[in-house]
């Protein structure tokens, strides 16, 4: 079965300082991942996601996220965060082997303060 | 770029009294899915296509059908909604490839 944790409801940071939203997650096989981010009264914008290649990710808006297998974390980064980015943020995973189903974690609350 | 039309965006109905929210794409894309959003829960899958005539259920499915009769368009219908089916839905399209586009939600209260 697949499911995906954000141990964190609730992320603040400062603006400017480096930023890390968690996800872990669990599949039978391989993984397809994503983050998608949700503003306020919005639908989900798509950020990025890993299918192959570079465990190194670079996405929209200058978020970037990394594969690593052995952990099977897929966490969000950014270098320097903008109070623009307070929203919330959802990773989801899919077994490629599987049925067409993206499973989501329960999100990730970020605060960017000024 | 992909578009995905929900309507409508916002709906007040009453138990019981029988529901259709409509999706739309300007894509040609097989797959298209429902979710709906609850506090705490992310994301949850109810239905979901993968071309016309195939559908089949998510997570969630119960009190919800679907249909698919063109490619363009998966209509969620709620035969007789009850509270607990007040939500956020969303529709989505796309594959593995692209990504998968949103639509901008449907805001349901059943009272």
């Known amino acids: 079965a697949q499911s995906v944790a954000q141990p964190e409801d609730q992320v603040n940071v400062a603006e400017g300082n480096p930023l890390t939203v968690k996800c872990t997650y669990s599949?039978?096989?391989?993984?397809?991942l994503f983050w998608y981010v949700q503003y306020p009264n919005r639908g989900l914008q798509f950020l990025l996601k890993?299918?192959?290649?570079?465990?190194l990710v670079k996405g929209s808006y200058g978020f970037e996220a990394e594969f690593n297998k052995s952990q099977t974390s897929f966490h969000l980064k950014k270098p320097s965060a903008l109070v623009s980015d307070s929203a919330l943020y959802f990773c989801?995973?899919?077994?490629?082997?599987?049925?067409?189903?993206?499973?989501f974690g329960t999100g990730t609350r970020l605060t960017v303060i000024p | 770029e992909a578009q995905v039309t929900q309507n409508p965006r916002y709906l007040i109905t009453v138990t019981g009294k029988k529901l259709t929210v409509t999706c739309s794409q300007n894509?040609?894309?097989?797959?298209m899915s429902w979710y709906r959003q609850d506090p705490g829960l992310g994301l949850r899958q109810i239905y979901y296509?993968?071309?016309?005539?195939?559908?089949d259920k998510g997570d969630v499915p119960e009190g919800y059908k679907v249909s698919r009769k063109e490619k363009r368009n998966f209509p969620l219908i709620l035969e007789s909604p009850s509270p607990n089916q007040t939500s956020l839905y969303f529709c989505?399209?796309?594959?593995?490839?692209?990504?998968?586009?949103f639509g901008s939600g449907t805001r349901l209260t059943v009272v």
């Open positions: 989801a995973v899919r077994e490629i082997a599987g049925a067409n189903n993206l499973f």
């Open positions: 599949v039978s096989g391989n993984p397809y």
């Open positions: 890993y299918i192959t290649g570079d465990n």
């Open positions: 894509m040609n894309h097989e797959y």
């Open positions: 296509s993968m071309n016309v005539e195939v559908t």
């Open positions: 989505a399209i796309g594959n593995d490839i692209y990504g998968y586009t």
